[in-house]
């Protein structure tokens, strides 16, 4: 009788009971400070910084922070700062040793291995041509979540700024 009652209980947790989900919002997680954007003659400066001290990430996973102007239907997506879990970073220092710094950087500012106890500032400076859109633009903040395969996973959003110059 009590082994009809735990096959039935079992059963009832089985089909009726949802799996817990992992919830990685990295809101709070992720800090960036402005220290310089403005426009320099025909470029546009932008100094950042940005605080990742904390960030959980997955041993299979990989975390692209990719700042990003948009501004309507113009937007330009700049060099992502790729966070890698443990197995992923193995993976890249052998595409790194076997194939050099250009493949396995694909075009990254930055590739760093997670560490979440760790404090780390990364300083992101870039100068790009600047194009009469960019006056109104804002900066945002796009963090891509890639599985082992660099598929991505989840997509995140953060609003750094409104209007870039004035």
């Known amino acids: 009788m009590r082994t ?26 992720i800090y960036v400070k402005e220290n310089c954007v403005e426009q320099q003659g025909d470029n546009l400066l932008l100094d950042l910084e940005i605080d990742l001290s904390g960030l959980p ?8 922070l990719v700042p990003m102007l948009r501004d309507g239907r113009d937007s330009l997506m700049l060099q992502p700062i790729v966070v890698n879990g443990a197995n992923k970073q193995k993976m890249y220092e052998r595409t790194l040793a076997f194939k050099g710094k250009t493949v396995a950087d694909d075009g990254a500012y ?8 760790r404090l780390r500032e990364i300083a992101y400076r870039k100068e790009i041509p600047f194009q009469p ?14 599985d082992y395969d660099g598929i991505t996973q989840q997509v995140y959003m953060n609003v750094l700024t409104d209007n870039l110059i004035f």
């Open 110 to 117: 930055l590739v760093i291995k997670n560490k979440p106890t």
């Open 133 to 146: 859109w960019m006056k109104g633009a804002e900066l945002v903040l796009v963090g891509q979540l890639k």
């Open 57 to 64: 990430v997955g041993r299979y996973q990989s975390l692209a």
């Open 4 to 29: 009809t009652l735990y096959i039935l209980i079992s059963l009832f947790a089985v089909l009726f009971c949802r799996a817990q989900e992992l919830s990685s919002d990295y809101r709070g997680m």
